[in-house]
């Protein structure tokens, strides 16, 4: 240990034992570190501690009353007692206290069984009160919507309100009333205004706060699977909760995942669609009638034997497939496989990659000098955090969580710039608002900017290329900044990806990251937009992001060019809704009429789905096993939680491998794993199940700096994308307790 982290070492006695603690640690933590466990009700390592329930107090020697360790720091010749018969009392005393007018309807409520006040009860050993109340009368319960509040159950711990303002950011709780006549109530006092994530119902250790959606099932009834989100990019891990195999909730471990147990509302309400009367649960078959359902057998050699035929007469140029951000790893590398190994076709690709290949399969080519998937980890050290085209609050909530507990916890700061008002606390130290339009010129006046005023040491010819940027105070403002505090990393959301001029933005938001020593982390829409460029399903690309040799397989045009021009005669659409989310999907619509014959899988019948001749039933990823690859390229894995309506996508695209002569071998998600794991040098670890994935070999060894000629855009500009929380969620659309508060905003 180096002579200065001695320094901010202390010495300190707990129960006899001598130890050691880095200065600013508090006697819970240094108590709990070695092994003293210590109970806690209002306590949550997360937040700021408040000290409101007294549970945790412990003895210190030459001091007359028991202090909270969950407050008090470690001091230099500190001697603690955290158990003791004087102590024990005092906490019994305390519970008594709380529980003085709390309901004893346990049977009747929610939380029972996983209640932290039952559960400190039972503990300390209480079994009765000392003191008594005036009567107790129930009140009626609040309804804010997706949150219902209890003021009866309620212990005023105030966890609602320090997760919804230190770790939300939206501070939509206060106190009202002092005494016994407190209570949590909205900061107006009208009804709950908020994005209704449910962190509060997450936090809340007793039934006070809960779901609105409806109670219906006890916490020892529920089998829990602990799974990732299948929403956004972020990777969050959440915990399904099953009775009768029928998905109740969604909950989340505090202790799990690099989201700390935050989740977003789609994450904690959006898992209605999983078992959705929307749900299509059989194959269905085009006819005169329209659709009709059929069996899986029937439908998978009508499909084996279409494909066949017109394999048969055009070849591999026939077939056109598009991939799914929303589907597992192993999903899209059996899709892919399929296609190159079976129809001996190279021509699939996804969505992002459609609405901007550069910036997605080809990133490490475009960018490749700069990495674009700063990992979570970096957040912990990073000194600046530069939101560019993205609302931190809204676009990835959890992105959002993690900024600000790097804020809270080491002092971070942050500068948004965004062409509307950006809300995000706490509040920016430099917002900018820009033109929409004007985008890329305001990129090219910060770096601009940025090369005269910054003092970074760099390239004259590159310098001269750029210009000097125009005198701008709130650039300067931002430049100034950023070299005060150093260590910044850009956080590019869906404004500049889906802008016109996105590759000249992009390019420069990575040069001014080589300027300024920092990293950049695309936001990505879907929970496998990452994994479905890694694992091949683009055009050119195989899996691991390898360059496609076989010219036979080489696509030279664009799916939809393909379509337009009659070379393709067969589309297969796996897990994506096109006409829902591509920019520009007439054009989409359109190429469909020249196509003769059109495959769609997927769970529910999507504007794309209603155009195909035959549609296969996939499972969702609450009922299969796999992978998702987030954002910063973290793979993790998924578990099936109920049993499967329709097949997972690797098992059809297997099955009419097999039908067509080809068998992959794959029984189980395992070969798939292992198959992967062999072939693509990305994904070695693949069957780990958490690792990230290491693009450093994909990255160009380069010090030039370069600039992106910005593509011309004619006609008026304006951001065509909804980035509200619900509108980012192609499930939410089968989500009805959702329904009302689309937008993040109770209707």
């Known amino acids: 240990m180096s002579v200065d982290a001695k320094k901010k070492m202390v010495t300190l006695t707990i129960n006899d034992k001598p130890v050691e603690v880095q200065k600013g640690t508090t006697i819970l933590e240094a108590s709990r570190a070695n092994g003293f466990d210590i109970p806690t009700l209002c306590y949550l390592k997360k937040l700021k501690p408040i000290g409101s329930c007294r549970l945790?107090?412990?003895?210190?020697e030459g001091v007359a009353s028991p202090v909270m360790s969950c407050e008090t720091p470690a001091a230099q010749g500190?001697?603690?007692?955290?158990?003791s018969e004087s102590l024990k009392k005092y906490r019994q005393d305390m519970m008594r206290m709380i529980l003085v007018e709390h309901p004893r309807d346990c049977p009747v409520c929610e939380r029972s069984g996983e209640c932290s006040l039952q559960d400190r009860t039972f503990e300390l050993n209480v079994l009765g009160h000392k003191w008594t109340t005036q009567g107790h009368t129930r009140k009626p319960i609040v309804d804010w919507g997706l949150i219902k509040y209890d003021q009866n159950l309620c212990i005023m711990c105030e966890r609602c309100i320090k997760v919804c303002r230190e770790v939300q950011g939206v501070a939509a709780y206060k106190i009202d009333g002092t005494g016994y006549k407190s209570k949590i109530n909205t900061v107006t006092g009208e009804k709950l205004d908020c994005d209704f994530c449910g962190q509060c119902?997450?936090?809340c250790p007793v039934g006070a706060l809960s779901s609105g959606i409806g109670f219906a099932g006890r916490a020892w009834e529920m089998k829990r699977t602990a799974t990732i989100c299948p929403h956004c990019g972020v990777g969050c891990t959440l915990d399904i909760n099953v009775k009768k195999d029928k998905v109740i909730r969604v909950t989340s471990n505090h202790k799990a995942g690099i989201n700390d147990g935050n989740l977003c509302a789609r994450g904690r309400f959006g898992y209605q669609f999983i078992q959705s009367d929307e749900r299509v649960t059989a194959p269905l078959i085009k006819s005169d009638a329209g659709m009709e359902n059929a069996k899986w057998n029937d439908a998978l050699e009508a499909v084996a034997q279409k494909l066949k035929s017109y394999k048969d007469k055009f070849g591999g140029k026939a077939f056109v497939g598009i991939g799914s951000e929303r589907s597992t790893n192993e999903d899209n590398y059996v899709f892919q496989k399929f296609f190159r190994e079976v129809l001996g076709s190279g021509n699939l690709d996804n969505v992002a990659n459609m609405n901007n290949g550069d910036i997605c399969s080809k990133a490490f080519e475009t960018f490749g000098d700069v990495s674009l998937t700063a990992s979570y980890e970096s957040f912990d050290s990073a000194d600046l955090f530069v939101l560019i085209g993205a609302d931190g609050s809204v676009e990835n909530p959890v992105v959002g969580n993690l900024i600000r507990r790097a804020t809270i916890n080491h002092g971070a700061d942050t500068a948004i710039a965004y062409s509307r008002k950006a809300v995000f606390l706490p509040e920016p130290k430099v917002a900018l608002t820009y033109d929409y339009k004007d985008m890329n010129s305001f990129m090219l006046n910060l770096l601009g900017r940025t090369i005269e005023n910054g003092g970074y040491d760099v390239d004259s010819a590159f310098t001269k290329s750029v210009g000097k940027g125009s005198a701008d105070l709130a650039i300067d403002e931002l430049v100034a900044f950023t070299k005060k505090r150093g260590n910044p990393i850009y956080i590019v959301g869906q404004e500049a990806q889906k802008h016109p001029q996105a590759n000249a933005i992009i390019r420069n938001i990575a040069n001014l990251a080589k300027i300024c020593?920092?990293?950049?982390?695309?936001?990505?829409?879907?929970?496998?937009t990452q994994g479905v460029n890694d694992i091949g399903v683009s055009p050119n690309v195989l899996p691991g992001r390898k360059p496609e040799y076989r010219p036979e397989l080489i696509c030279g045009s664009s799916v939809i060019d393909q379509m337009k021009s009659g070379t393709a005669k067969v589309l297969i659409v796996?897990?994506?809704?096109?006409?829902?989310?591509?920019s520009g999907s007439e054009s989409f619509r359109d190429a469909c009429g020249n196509v003769e014959y059109i495959v769609v899988v997927d769970q529910f019948k999507s504007e794309t789905a209603k155009l195909a001749d035959v549609f296969l039933a996939s499972s969702t990823s609450a009922e299969k096993d796999g992978t998702f690859t987030d954002m910063e390229g973290r793979c993790q894995a998924v578990f099936r939680a109920v049993s499967p309506i329709g097949k997972p996508a690797w098992q059809i695209f297997t099955e009419l491998a097999s039908k067509l002569g080809k068998d992959f071998g794959f029984k189980s998600v395992a070969d798939i794993q292992a198959e992967i794991a062999k072939d693509v040098p990305l994904?070695?670890?693949i069957a780990s199940?958490?690792?990230?994935?290491?693009?450093?070999?994909l990255l160009k060894s380069s010090s030039e700096l370069k600039l992106v000629e910005p593509a011309k855009v004619e006609g008026e500009l304006n951001p065509s994308y909804d980035q509200s929380l619900f509108s980012l969620g192609l499930y939410t659309d089968y989500c009805p307790a959702l329904k009302?508060?689309?937008?993040?905003?109770a209707q």
């Open 56 to 60: 945790c107090s412990v003895e210190l």
């Open 78 to 83: 500190m001697n603690v007692t955290t158990d």
């Open 201 to 203: 119902i997450s936090v």
């Open 517 to 528: 020593g920092g990293k950049v982390l695309m936001l990505k829409e879907y929970c496998n």
């Open 574 to 582: 796996f897990d994506e809704d096109v006409l829902g989310r591509l």
């Open 683 to 685: 994904y070695s670890g």
């Open 689 to 697: 199940g958490d690792f990230l994935v290491d693009y450093g070999p």
């Open 740 to 745: 009302p508060y689309q937008g993040g905003k």
